[in-house]
T-cell receptor, first 113, second 112 residues
Framework: DTAVSQTPKYLVTQMGNDKSIKCEQN?????MYWYKQDSKKFLKIMFS???????INETVPNRFSPKSPDKAHLNLHINSLELGDSAVYFC????????????FGEGSRLTVL | DAKTTQPPSMDCAEGRAANLPCNHS???????VYWYRQIHSQGPQYIIH???NNETNEMASLIITEDRKSSTLILPHATLRDTAVYYC?????????????FGQGTTLQVKP
């Protein structure tokens, strides 16, 4: 069983569209994250949720809206997609907020044309 | 910004030890050093972490200098599958808002 799973793995879409990426973890962790890795390979934290509550928001445009229906799921919805949103988005989880040992998913590669 | 600096790339012969250095001269007394790696097209993978003492697990060893301003990750017998980008990270913030800020990392190429 995959510990942190993301869908879809690949997503190609046009500018202006709205898309979602889903993430699920089966580790029983309380905390989940979204990271973005751009074309230069920098990994940047975007959001962190602890037990469905937002605890970190790294000044991400409000076109990005995370939603956590329960502590095992953290979805990322992106409105009005722009070219600069093209990246690989990684979901991760940890046992508790602020922990340094994160478990990452395999990533979702988003390409905006 | 990341609080660490690493060489952008290194080579290592298969079967030999890979020693990856990291500078973190502005580290605070209670900040841990974490190491992750990212194999091509995969998510980052936790390797090891430490505060003051040297640490060892089934993947690697972590040597932290006495002044804590630098550390070295050691892969004792590198294999081709260890080819990856290795990130040295000092967790910033405290409590629930502590977070990992990834830098550029070191691309380790293990050669046959």
């Amino acid at each position: 069983d995959t510990a942190v799973s993301q869908t879809p793995k690949y997503l190609v879409t046009q500018m202006g569209n709205d898309k979602s990426i889903k993430c699920e973890q089966n580790l029983g962790h309380d905390t989940m994250y979204w990271y973005k890795q751009d074309s230069k390979k920098f990994l940047k934290i975007m959001f962190s949720y602890n037990n469905k509550e937002l605890i970190i928001n790294e000044t991400v445009p409000n076109r990005f809206s995370p939603k956590s229906p329960d502590k095992a799921h953290l979805n990322l919805h992106i409105n009005s997609l722009e070219l600069g949103d093209s990246a690989v988005y990684f979901c991760a989880s940890s046992r508790m907020p602020g922990a340094g040992e994160l478990f990452f998913g395999e990533g979702s590669r988003l390409t905006v044309l | 910004d990341a609080k660490t600096t690493q060489p952008p790339s290194m080579d290592c012969a298969e079967g030999r030890a890979a020693n990856l250095p990291c500078n973190h001269s502005t580290i605070s007394g209670n900040e841990y050093v974490y190491w992750y790696r990212q194999i091509h097209s995969q998510g980052p993978q936790y390797i090891i972490h430490g505060l003051k003492n040297n640490e060892t697990n089934e993947m690697a060893s972590l040597i932290i200098t006495e002044d804590r301003k630098s550390s070295t990750l050691i892969l004792p017998h590198a294999t081709l599958r260890d080819t990856a980008v290795y990130y040295c990270i000092v967790r910033v913030g405290s409590g629930n808002t502590g977070k990992l800020i990834f830098g550029q990392g070191t691309t380790l190429q293990v050669k046959p």
